[in-house]
């Protein structure tokens, strides 16, 4: 160990191979929303397939799919379904949420000057990286990116093209996810600073160390599961192929006796709690703009915690509410109904705490609030909507159609996106010193939050009608689905927007960063560690005074005190 | 780097030093990567033919793999010993008990590859039976394990130990016992792995 944390680093030190957990979360900061961007192109491809099926597409077309000179074939389709996936939840949010704003906050919210191990920090981030450039060079390969889907379910995941390379990016993708949350976990648990104790950490770090839990639990799983799949694909094992199967008209040459059904449980194992990880983050996010922003203390704190724990817990045991098709059987079937019902308590009881949170509140309407404002409604449609999937009943008529898909995305897209964004706004004058405009916010958020509900909710009417989410001409050959198809087009147009919708956002970006640096540590009057260190916080030590620690997270509005709110690090 | 609090004291509250919480985590997770794959095989055994995972399993060497199991409880017991002779600075016992585990761990693999090799030249592979990939996946997976725990234990035995002994005894140490707790789980993976694999 050396002492010389004086010596001049050059750039590839500072800004590549950093191991400050600052420069690694504006890493994943940067790369996760490029792959959110490239995600949202993919799907904005998708629904111009499903609004005009068949005709060439413009502009792109002829460049994309040469091949048919210009027109989307089912099998591109199916590539760009299973990587809009596969990108938005492995490439995008989870790294912007967990690896972004958990490796950027974590240490300064306790008062920490870098995470645990800086060296397994930076080796994180680049397994993600190494991840995302195989899922991207699996485009560019003869075989093309995967198509089975991001669930990947055999027996078509063995024997469809481009699954290897899927695989093989995942195994990178879970480590890095694996190193980051070990990282967290410690962090939390060893380096709050002296007087942060369990119930004077702000919610935002809780929300990440339940995250943490579960990405360390649940991800491994997956893992092996992927192993499983890998050897079926690589060395002719069948754990996933049963006996007498025939694909594409020919028997398939394997010992069989495997099951499909295995790596359902598997995935769901993982892929139950991996929702959580997107929503808990964003949970996390909104109370603390809440409580800064009504300058009220969060309501119900400590049963916001409770909640969350619980919630963390229940994830692990709900994983087969996402097969009642696959004839499990009517005991299974039951438990994880009930158990299904049961985790939405917990849920109900964050959004309740936040709800009245607001309540008698003097409201600051910011950027950042309207944000976490509209995540309330839209992730309680989103919660709402996902108890008739949980009930089997209704499961059986309502799987698989689009309003599986409306459901899914109003808790990701409008739901998390949303706190993120908030996210954004609100600590962008910690990490730059400088503030975001206003007026481009609000023409970020308003139509934003107008064509989001444009693009989702005619999802729940064409689900309710029964349409299939996996017709890759949207339905056109589904007769008993035609009064719903003019739909389409409006949520083509209403994606189209939204995209548009988000220019003010990359501009505001771009033009408060030019901006004039600010001397104000705190332009939030906010109550949290974070704010008391100078803006950008100091590298590999964040704070130029030591930190002690003597209030609780939310002391906003104390009776009897000059200011609205009492900084933890006041005496 | 070097302002980072309790790398090596413990943290009063928490009676824990950060790399010591940061392995049992990490062993957390390695305890799902496993149990993912053990719950595969007890559910691939319960979907299989009547008697099949039994006829497959019977084409293993059981006293070859007694023999490993030996050695690699032996290699647990030396890698204790060789941390306590840290702790009582006695670096010539730890560097001799540290290469006894090293030596159990090459022959284990040294025993696993004529085990492969003789499957392979009956001409049994992981696609011959579902019981043969199952048993594949899982040993090679501990193989991996055990090769990435013998590149940490040379890398203490290298030169590099003789350094740090000067420099800094305690982290010295410190790396032992958290490299022991790594191979001390390895080991307990094959403890389950023996007799689902070879005895069931």
Known sequence: MSNDHHHEENFIQKYVFSVDHKIIGLQYGITSLLFLLFGFMLMMLMRYQIAYPETVIPYFGEWLFAGSGGVMLPENYNTLGAMHGTIMIFLGVVPLAVGAFGNYLVPLQIGAPDMAFPKLNAASYWSYFVGGVVMMASFFTPEGAARSGWTSYPPLSIFESGQTMWLLGMVFLITSSLLGSMNIIVTIVQLRAPGLTWFRLPFFIWAQLVTSFLLILAFPPLESAAILQLMDRLVGTSFFLPSGLVYAGSPVEAYGSGSPLL???????????????????????????????????LWGYKSLVYAIGFLGFMSFIVWAHHMFLTGMGQSMSAFFQL????????????????????????????????????????????????????????????????????????????????????????????????????????????????????????????????????????????????????????????????????????????????????????????????????????????????????????????????????????? | MSNIPYILEERPDTGLNNSKLGVWIFLASEVMLFGGLFSAYVFLRIAAPEGDFGYWGSKLNVPMATFNTLLLITSSVTMVMSWASLKLEQFDKYKMYLGITILCGLAFLVVKYFEYTSKFDHGIYPSSSTFMGIYFTLTGLHVLHIIGGLLVLIFFWSKQSDKMWNEDKDLLANRIEITGLYWHFVDLVWIFLFPILYLL
């Open chain 1, 263 to 297: 790596w359902q449980h598997l995935f769901w194992f993982l892929a139950h709690p991996e929702v959580y990880v997107l929503i808990l983050p964003a949970i996390g996010i909104v109370g603390e703009i809440i409580a800064n922003n009504t300058r009220k203390p």
């Open chain 1, 339 to 571: 158990t299904t019902m049961i985790i939405s308590i917990p849920s109900v009881v964050v959004l309740t705490a936040f709800f009245i949170s607001l309540w008698g509140g003097s409201i600051r309407f910011n950027t950042p609030m309207l944000f976490a404002l509209s995540f309330l409604p839209m992730f309680g449609i989103g919660g709402l909507t996902g108890l008739p999937l949980g009930v089997a009943a209704s499961d059986i008529f309502l799987h698989d159609t689009y309003y599986v898909i409306g459901h899914f995305h109003y808790v990701v897209a409008p739901g998390t996106i949303f706190a993120l964004f908030a996210g954004i706004y609100y600590w962008f004058p910690k990490v730059t010193g400088k503030r975001m405009s206003e007026t481009l916010g609000k023409l970020h958020f308003w139509p934003s939050l107008l064509f989001m509900n444009g693009v989702f909710m005619p999802m729940f009417i064409q689900g309710l009608a029964g349409l299939s989410r996996r017709m890759y001409d949207g339905g056109q050959q589904y007769a008993h689905a035609s009064d719903v198809l003019h739909w389409n087009e409006f949520m083509t147009i209403s994606a189209f927007c939204l995209g548009a919708a988000q220019i003010p956002f990359i501009v505001n970006l771009i033009i408060s960063l030019a901006g004039q640096k600010s001397d104000d540590r705190n332009p939030w009057k906010s109550t949290t560690i974070e704010w008391s260190a100078p803006s950008p916080p100091l590298p590999h030590v964040n704070f130029d005074s030591s930190v002690e620690v003597n209030h609780g997270p939310y002391e906003y509005s104390v009776p009897g005190q000059d200011e609205d709110y009492c900084p933890q690090t006041s005496p």
